[in-house]
Nanobody
């Protein structure tokens, strides 16, 4: 059974940090481009970051939303079959449910990523 499970969300103060994880089961995450998305209440889901396939040597290709560039870092670990999102200097506007997703292509930009599988999401709250 294909599954993506996110973890690491929580509540932090502005300026704080969190690291989100997304662990895959039922498939080898390294073959796919992966992305992080978020959805805040009353807003549409938006792409946050994406990364190319590591097993197809495309993991040097990353793309970030302008609002998070320089603060967030996407990475992946084949041995753990896991995708990460390191989030620093968090702002109240970063609060949302964060989802990871897999795209069947080895490389995508945020403009073209077309996920075929989604995780269930992990909540991030940023407030003082």
């Amino acid at each position: 059974q294909l599954q993506l499970v996110e973890s690491g969300g929580g509540s932090v103060q502005p300026g704080g940090s969190l690291r989100l994880s997304c662990t895959a089961s039922g498939f080898t995450l390294g073959y796919y481009a992966m992305g992080w998305f978020r959805q805040a209440p009353g807003k549409e889901r938006e792409g946050v970051a994406c990364i190319g396939s590591s097993l197809k040597n495309r993991d040097w290709e990353t793309d970030y939303a302008p609002s998070v560039k320089g603060r967030f870092t996407i990475s992946r670990d084949n041995t753990e079959n896991t995708l990460y999102l390191e989030m620093n200097s968090l702002r109240p506007e970063d609060a949302a449910i964060y989802f990871c997703a897999a795209d069947p292509q080895p490389s995508r930009s945020l403009a073209t990523i077309t996920p075929f599988w989604w995780g269930q999401g992990t909540p991030v709250n940023v407030s003082s």
